[in-house]
């Protein structure tokens, strides 16, 4: 049965977690990190089936990453952005591989972008980058030029 | 997509690409004829050309570039005594966008349909001499024009960037 | 499964002490496209493990693109895929205008759905094209190369340039169509929809191609949901989901898209699944210049090469010729994106189905296997 998106926002909001209506077809919704998990498993279970993306956010300025799952429902049409908030100083969260099986490779990836670790995540190995003995590139506080200034004596021009 | 049987003579059909005209062009003989004007197309984005009376070095297109490939030379001094500035494109980093381009306050700044460059080597150079070599000739310099036949170019159209 | 030659040679292996070994299956394998590997741990011929072997062409783009202005990162998105660059574009500009919340002029909408599915074709060409190299059919390979060059042809003269068009900026497209460019696509299109009959001969009636193929790779209708497939993959496993139907992006509101679905779920559904859409694809942008508004082509958003977008973010996602592509831009309201992450459609089914499907798999397969899925290792990578 497709539902509209005031009623998913009115379901979501008697779950209790806060949902912003961004764009037509796209809303947002903040999630705290215990509760991630259940939201998940709540949305999967209205028909949300259709994990599209898992990416992460340095938000280096309020010292905490966000992590922003993104879920797309094919009956409903709604993309929902699942935002959580995890400290920058001990950045866990735990894993979603049992929800759905292609999040091993997006926590894989922003494991070693990001170095956020997957709490029950048995192979978070590095897939992209070899010998990485740095902080995690993908981190604002992570300095390119410099880097490449120290690793392959690069000029930099301006 | 059935799979019916097909006639021992199927084959023969092939024959016809005997007598049709071939897809390529054979290149420095014959140019490509698909375009208003044969070669490449009218608005390719080629070797660049600049006007240097009506570039009046702003410098609006090193902004703009997204790969640094653009520097301001200083090639001389006006009346005031203040250095006037040419732009220089390195084409080991230019990507050939044409933002430079759309960006040009004057229009001075375009782009030709040239696309062929070529350095001449030193045959005693060594190797690395060879590549330092190449490095200082793959641009374009202010006084040197790289072909005068303009292709990508925003001055009769609305200015898209800037 | 006793008497196989698999069988076969492994037990001869085992005999001689060579139980298993490590086949790198690319990036210098000729069955492999683009940068890319499988760490393959094979018995004989058969795989027993896979470990897949990305990063060879990482870029570090998400990154790159915090440093550049919002108008620079047009010049670098379209190289996250070579072979359909104009989704990227299209996506990125699609994110920023909907965190700026503009509507861009109607003409723009429609010239950037005609360079969708021009890149669409040139894309699908491409993949067949890989897909019969991949079983030993060069000549239709070929054949779709030399096609694909005059859909090339077309976007060198709408944009100036031939594979990195560049073409869609925040706010509306750079060029309009030029004069005689209608009538030559037209042509074109003909063209193409007579080869499709020499296609049909060339590869998707030949026996080749359905021995090979038959069965190779099957992907179940709830499985393609569950594993994230999009595109092509997920219709010919039998889902009727397109993102043009179902959040339509550009000028789709205003055409009438009709997805094409099969059931079979298999690597020679998704072949025809291809063909089928390529034939539907020029039939689209026939319908998509027959209604094309006259009008602006560019909305004025001031300075572009200035422009702040307003703190927020967004999710744009395009219909590209392997599937969903998405882009998640973050603005911090500067002249710089804060955050750009890139989601590619290769990412579930090369790395993911991988793991699925190969083992027990001949290495015969493996780039059939790769071509039918339309695997393009760039937006993996990144």
New interface residues.
């Given amino acids: 049965m497709k539902l509209d998106k005031e009623s998913i926002i009115e379901l979501l909001n008697q779950k209790g977690v806060e949902v912003l209506d961004l764009y037509p077809n796209q809303i947002s919704v903040n999630i705290k990190k215990d509760n991630l998990l259940n939201h998940l498993v709540f949305l999967r279970s209205i028909g949300f089936d259709h994990l599209s993306f898992i990416n992460a956010v340095d938000f280096i300025d309020e010292g905490e990453f966000e992590l922003v799952y993104h879920v797309w429902s094919y009956t409903h049409k709604i993309h929902v952005l699942n935002k959580v908030r995890i400290s920058r100083n001990n950045p866990v969260i735990p894993t979603i591989v049992n929800l759905w099986e292609q999040a091993q490779f997006y926590e894989q990836e922003i494991h070693e972008f990001f170095g956020i670790i997957f709490e029950g995540n048995k192979d978070l190995s590095p897939l992209f980058l070899e010998n990485w003995v740095d902080i995690p590139p993908l981190r604002k506080d992570f300095d390119t030029k410099e880097f490449s200034v120290r690793l392959f004596g690069a000029e930099i021009r301006r | 997509?059935?799979?019916?049987d097909k006639s021992v003579y199927s084959p023969l059909t092939n024959l016809k690409n005997l007598f049709k005209k071939p897809?390529?062009v054979k290149y420095p003989k014959e140019i490509?004829k698909?375009?208003?004007k044969d070669g490449?197309?009218?608005?390719?984005?080629g070797l660049h050309t600049n006007d240097l009376n009506k570039c009046i070095g702003c410098g609006?297109c090193q902004?703009?570039?997204?790969?640094?490939a653009i520097?301001m030379k200083v090639i001389g001094e006006n009346e005031q005594g203040r250095a006037i500035k040419k732009p220089v494109v390195d084409y080991g980093r230019c990507?050939?966008?044409?933002?430079c381009v759309?960006?040009c306050p004057t229009n001075s700044l375009k782009?030709s349909r040239h696309y062929i460059y070529k350095v001449k080597t030193v045959k005693s150079m060594s190797a690395k001499e060879e590549v330092e070599h190449i490095k200082q000739k793959f641009k374009l310099l202010p006084d040197e024009s790289l072909g005068d036949d303009i292709?990508?170019n925003t001055g009769k159209?609305?200015k898209?960037?800037? | 499964m006793m008497d196989s030659p698999s069988y076969m040679l492994s037990k001869i292996a085992e005999k001689d002490n060579l139980t298993v070994y490590e086949l790198f299956f690319g990036p210098n394998h000729p069955g492999m496209h683009g940068n890319f590997g499988y760490v393959l741990e094979m018995i004989g011929t058969e795989i027993v493990k896979v470990r897949p072997n990305a990063g060879h062409l990482h870029r570090g783009f998400e990154k790159l693109m915090e440093q550049k202005l919002w108008v620079q990162n047009i010049a670098l998105v379209p190289r996250i895929c070579v072979a359909d660059p104009d989704p990227n574009e299209v996506a990125y500009c699609t994110a920023i205008e909907k965190i700026l919340r503009v509507d861009i002029p109607d003409r723009a909408k429609f010239l950037r759905t005609i360079t969708l599915e021009m890149s669409r074709l040139s894309s699908f060409l491409m993949g067949m094209g890989a897909l019969a190299a991949a079983v030993g059919l060069y000549t239709a390979m070929n054949i779709m190369t030399a096609d694909r060059d005059l859909i090339l042809d077309l976007f060198e003269w709408l944009t100036g340039a031939r594979v990195y068009h560049m073409f869609s900026i925040p706010g509306g497209v750079r060029n309009d169509l030029p004069d005689g460019f209608v009538e030559r696509l037209y042509k074109v299109l003909d063209h193409l929809e007579k080869r499709l009959i020499e296609y049909d001969k060339l590869l998707f009636e030949n026996p080749i191609i359905h021995k090979r193929l038959k069965g190779l790779g099957y992907v179940s209708k709830e499985d393609a949901v569950k594993y994230g497939l999009t595109g092509p993959n997920l219709r010919a496993s039998g889902n009727p989901y397109d993102v043009r139907v179902d959040d339509p992006y550009a000028a789709y509101p205003y055409l009438d898209v009709r997805v094409i679905t099969q059931e079979g779920g298999d690597a020679l559904t998704r072949a025809i699944q291809i063909r089928l859409e390529f034939e539907e694809t020029i039939n689209l942008i026939r319908r998509a210049l027959k209604t094309m508004p006259e009008g602006e082509i560019r909305l004025n958003l001031g300075n572009l090469s200035a422009l702040k977008v307003p703190k927020g973010e967004a999710y744009a996602k395009v219909e590209s010729s392997k599937g969903e592509f998405g882009y998640y831009v973050v603005s911090d309201g500067g002249m710089k994106p804060y955050r750009v992450a890139v989601r590619g459609p290769s990412l579930p089914a090369g790395l993911l189905l991988a793991q699925k499907h190969l083992p027990k798999m001949k290495i015969d397969d493996v780039a059939a296997w790769m071509a039918s899925l339309a695997i393009c290792p760039p937006d993996i990578d990144k």
């Avoid at chain 2, 997509?1 to 019916?4: C, H, I, N, T, Y």
Wanted: proline share 8%.
């Fill in positions: 997509m059935s799979l019916g897809m390529t490509l698909v375009f208003p490449v197309s009218p608005i390719y984005r609006m902004r703009i570039c997204p790969f640094d520097e990507s050939f966008c044409g933002f759309d960006v782009m292709g990508y159209t609305k898209i960037l800037g």
